[in-house]
């Protein structure tokens, strides 16, 4: 059943655990993401970024596919559809087109514009049922052209978004999204803890940059108060490595093996098994 995600991340909140929000692409991501949690019983936040929305002619397209796909499924854990890095239109379009979760990043703007922008969103969003996001210190990284510095979020600032009555807060602490570099300094756990002393107990924190964190560090952060995980690269990369795989060893030219729901099958395959490596380090397995 599609819902907001502010329920489910309470939960984890109070469970110490996190909900993965996977990034969704096309159908076999949708198909096999949602497959993944199913069978592992974990609630699931379905990513969509401006990009990939747009990949997919369209937030109406993705709304209605993904109703669909759940229902036709049988899916019985928890899903929200979320907007991912949405612009503030962007967050309109998707409250518009169906979507239960939106995003919106105003962390390029001045601090001012960001709360204000954020603060219109949170009205609009919640008079729709719908949960919202709010991000304060950017992501860095590189993600859909957007390319973030990785700086650690002012505990202040935070604190001013938080209280606009966002129903969980995307601050920035050193993770950046992408492959980490070999020279990454690693989570910062001081800036964590003084934005969650800042904000208080009741407000979930979300981690983006989840792709390629140490296990470690992904369980302190939940420790600190994180409660939903964003993944989206190592997604893209063990699909593509699944894909070259059956290619190069010339599988698409025995038989039938052109056949799309044949060579894209090792894929859909590996995402399936990456979600359900994730559900286990985040300790959602079970929760829904
Ligand atoms: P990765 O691509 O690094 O996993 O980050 C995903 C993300 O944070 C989406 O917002």
Redesign the pocket.
């Known amino acids: 059943m599609l819902v907001n995600a502010k329920e489910m991340l309470q939960k984890a909140l109070a469970g110490h655990y996190a909900v993965p929000?996977f990034?969704i692409n096309n159908l076999e991501w949708t198909k096999s993401v949602l497959l993944a949690c199913e069978e592992a019983k974990s609630p699931v936040i379905l990513?969509v970024?401006m990009g990939a929305g747009k990949y997919m002619t369209g937030f109406k397209t993705v709304a209605a596919m993904v109703k669909a796909m759940d229902e036709e499924l049988g899916i019985t854990v928890p899903v929200a559809l979320h907007l991912?890095?949405g612009t503030f239109e962007g967050g309109y379009d998707c409250i518009k087109a169906g979507f239960t979760s939106i995003m919106f990043d105003g962390s390029h703007y001045s601090i001012e514009e960001n709360v204000e922008k954020t603060k219109e969103l949170v009205k609009a969003a919640h008079e729709a049922g719908v949960s919202i996001e709010a991000e304060v210190g950017a992501?860095g990284?590189e993600?859909d052209g957007v390319v973030g510095m990785g700086e650690c979020a002012d505990p202040e600032e935070c604190k001013r978004v938080a209280d606009l009555g966002v129903d969980f807060l995307a601050a920035g602490i050193g993770n950046?999204?992408?492959?980490y570099p070999e020279n990454w300094a690693g989570l910062s756990f001081d800036t964590l803890a003084a934005i969650k002393e800042k904000i208080g107990a009741d407000l979930p924190l979300v981690l983006?940059?989840?792709?390629?964190i140490p296990e470690d560090q992904i369980k302190k952060a939940i420790s600190l108060g994180v409660s939903k995980i964003?993944?989206?690269?190592?997604l893209?990369l063990v699909f593509a490595k699944a894909t070259r795989e059956y290619v190069e060893a010339g599988k698409d030219k025995q038989g039938k093996g052109y056949d799309p729901r044949k060579l894209l099958a090792p894929g859909a395959q590996a995402i399936i098994d990456e979600c359900k490596a994730k559900i286990a380090v985040f300790g959602s397995a079970n929760k829904a």
């Open positions: 929000q990034n990513g970024s991912d890095h992501i990284g993600e950046i999204h992408g492959i983006h940059g989840g792709s390629g964003n993944v989206n690269t190592e893209q």
